[in-house]
């Protein structure tokens, strides 16, 4: 079974809105921190928001303000709700689970032990 399972990417017009999704049922232990990556194209991964299990939330300076990351437990679900979207905020969008709190390491790629498959975000400008 695929740990973690991303959906609702797509093509937008720039102002325009997303709301990603990333299901956590694949996971067996309850992890500590829950993620939204990205990657545009000759770029590296870069972090775009983290929720820990106490309910701590950071974003990326590039998307406060405008990105919202909640979970539906009920659901097993990561979500992410992208408001006025920027051609910049094309990516592939990947959601990660870790095992250990992340505190300031939650924008390290390393940091994580479970990833999606990743869901395509674009922007049109």
């Known amino acids: 079974q695929v740990p973690l399972v991303e959906s609702g990417g797509g093509s937008v017009q720039a102002g325009g809105s997303l709301r990603l999704s990333c299901l956590t049922s694949?996971?067996?232990?309850?992890?500590?921190?829950l993620a939204w990556f990205r990657q545009a194209p000759g770029k590296e991964r870069e972090g775009v928001a983290v929720?820990?299990?106490?309910?701590?939330?950071l974003y990326a300076d590039s998307v406060n303000g405008r990105f919202n990351i909640s979970t539906n437990n009920a659901k097993n679900t990561l979500l992410l709700q992208m408001n006025a979207l920027r051609p910049e905020d094309t990516a592939m969008y990947y959601c990660a689970a870790s095992l250990y709190r992340c505190d300031n390491y939650w924008p390290r790629v390393s940091q994580y032990h479970y990833w999606g498959q990743g869901t395509q975000v674009t922007v049109s400008s």
């Open positions: 694949g996971i067996t232990f309850s992890p500590y921190c």
């Open positions: 929720i820990e299990r106490d309910g701590t939330i």
